[in-house]
């Protein structure tokens, strides 16, 4: 036997092994609506994602959803086909469950294999940083415990009718980020979510960046020279005038803090919302990315 063969054989031998102490673990997490589907190997876990229950809006629908969240390998155990593996597993899960369709925010190009497709291009707005003075009267600060409900209900009533936003729950991972970004506005660089304040003080509309979110991140790596906004929501025009300018102001301290050169601010929102109608009225660019294979993608699960 010559060494290739030999070093083959070693190979497909270690393989062997490899599967027979691999396993393939699906663990219910404590808030009772994601499953963490992770590959032990030799006891370690090495690979991981998460199915995360959801309930979506389309329109007047309301469809369930499995997301998928958390996807990694770690660094040493990459290109084993562990995420490969990882990734069946919670397909094969889901495909047995109640979801009729299953999204992710993913990187480019791995994801088509498991079945997904780009689910339409992603809507921004994006907002040069001049003109950021505040609405006469208006005002904004960090988000508070108390401002919680009523921010709930902005986000209820603003995307009622749209086509993709999440139902919220208490325990889902969207109002848990809130809850502590309330509970602890300077933990992070900076507070994350400011409230906007009508002259009267009362809530009426509110920016929140996102940290921590796949798609803030990924976005924020793309373009380091936009302050990337995850959510901005306004109750009225008006508010919405004044949410823009807080955005914009953002924008600015952002680069008075870091030195960097933070020339805008990039807000996910749809074209046919209330921002995307004021930042018509301002120097604004409406930015509609398609990309190949990456970003927000989808696969059908169940097909009446
Ligand atoms: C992306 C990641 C999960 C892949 O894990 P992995 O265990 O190495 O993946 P696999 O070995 O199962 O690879 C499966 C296939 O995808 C390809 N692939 C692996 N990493 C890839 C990447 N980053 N981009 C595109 N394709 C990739 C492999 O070449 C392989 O293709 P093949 O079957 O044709 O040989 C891993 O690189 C990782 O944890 N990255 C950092 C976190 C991350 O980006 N997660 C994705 C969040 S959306």
């Known amino acids: 036997m010559d060494r290739d063969t030999n070093s083959e054989s070693l190979r497909a031998r270690q393989r062997e092994i490899r599967d027979e102490e691999a396993n393939l673990l699906l663990t219910p997490e404590p808030d009772g ?73 993913g990187i480019p190009d791995f994801y088509r294999r498991f079945g997904y497709v780009p689910a339409g291009p992603e809507h921004f707005v994006r907002l040069s940083s001049a003109d950021c003075a505040l609405p006469s009267g208006w005002t904004s600060r960090p988000l508070r415990t108390a401002d919680l409900p009523t921010v709930h209900s902005i986000y209820e009533a603003e995307t009622s009718r749209a086509v993709g936003p999440a139902v919220r729950t208490a325990a889902c991972y969207a109002l848990r980020q809130l809850r502590a970004a309330a509970e602890s506005p300077s933990a992070s660089d900076g507070d994350v979510c400011r409230v906007v304040l009508d002259p009267d003080g009362d809530l009426g509309g509110y920016v929140w960046r996102g940290n921590g979110f796949w798609a803030t991140e990924i976005l924020e790596r793309e373009t380091p020279d936009s302050l990337i906004i995850s959510e901005a929501l306004a109750i009225s025009a008006p508010a919405a005038d004044a949410v823009l300018a807080v955005c914009r102001q953002w924008a600015h301290e952002v680069a008075a803090r870091t030195g960097r050169p933070v020339t805008s601010a990039l807000i996910s929102a749809p074209h046919d919302g209330r921002m995307a109608a004021a930042a018509r009225r301002t120097d604004a660019e409406l930015v509609r990315r398609y990309v190949r294979c990456g970003g927000s993608m989808a696969r059908i699960l169940d097909l009446p």
Not at 49 to 71: K, L
């Open 33 to 105: 609506r994601s499953t963490r589907v992770e590959l032990v190997v030799c006891a370690r876990s090495v690979s991981r994602c998460w199915i995360v229950s959801q309930r979506i809006r389309i329109g007047a629908a309301v469809v369930r959803m499995d997301g998928i969240g958390g996807v990694g390998t770690d660094e040493s155990e990459r290109h084993k086909g562990y995420a490969s593996r990882v990734l069946d597993a919670a397909m094969r899960r889901m495909l047995a469950g109640d979801a009729a369709l299953t999204m992710l925010y």
